[in-house]
């Protein structure tokens, strides 16, 4: 299996492209991730309705920008991190008031 090769300029210009970039790392294997957006988390809903794992391949699919595929195609590898793929769902809280 051959290791993830992505330059420094690739990853500048997903930023440009997307913002931050996350890269997950496991046993010399990466995976470059975008945040997930509006679409991608409806996208993830809409067809995995209450399968958790269905869900996180999608949201894996939509956020994937390069890497190592097999963290995509093993499940060890898989279910490792689905259990991060949340952190690329961010939310901004604020306050409601009654007026």
Same mark, same amino acid.
């Given at each position: 299996?051959?290791?993830?090769?992505?330059?420094?300029?690739?990853?500048?210009?997903?930023?440009?492209?997307?913002?931050?970039?996350?890269?997950?790392?496991?046993?010399?294997?990466?995976?470059?991730?975008?945040? *997930?957006?509006?679409?991608?988390?409806?996208? *993830?809903?809409?067809?995995?309705?209450?399968?958790?794992?269905?869900?996180?391949?999608?949201?894996?699919?939509?956020?994937?920008?390069?890497?190592?595929?097999?963290?995509?195609?093993?499940?060890?590898?898989?279910?490792?991190?689905?259990?991060?793929? *949340?952190?690329?769902?961010?939310?901004?809280?604020?306050?409601?008031?009654?007026?």
């Amino acid at each position: 299996m051959q290791k993830s090769n992505i330059s420094t300029e690739k990853i500048e210009q997903w930023k440009k492209q997307y913002g931050d970039v996350y890269a997950y790392e496991v046993d010399g294997n990466v995976a470059y991730l975008r945040k *997930a957006d509006r679409k991608i988390i409806a996208a *993830a809903q809409s067809i995995a309705g209450s399968d958790a794992i269905r869900y996180n391949e999608i949201l894996l699919e939509n956020c994937w920008l390069g890497g190592d595929e097999i963290i995509k195609t093993d499940d060890a590898y898989f279910l490792g991190i689905s259990s991060f793929l *949340a952190e690329l769902i961010q939310i901004k809280v604020g306050e409601l008031k009654k007026l």
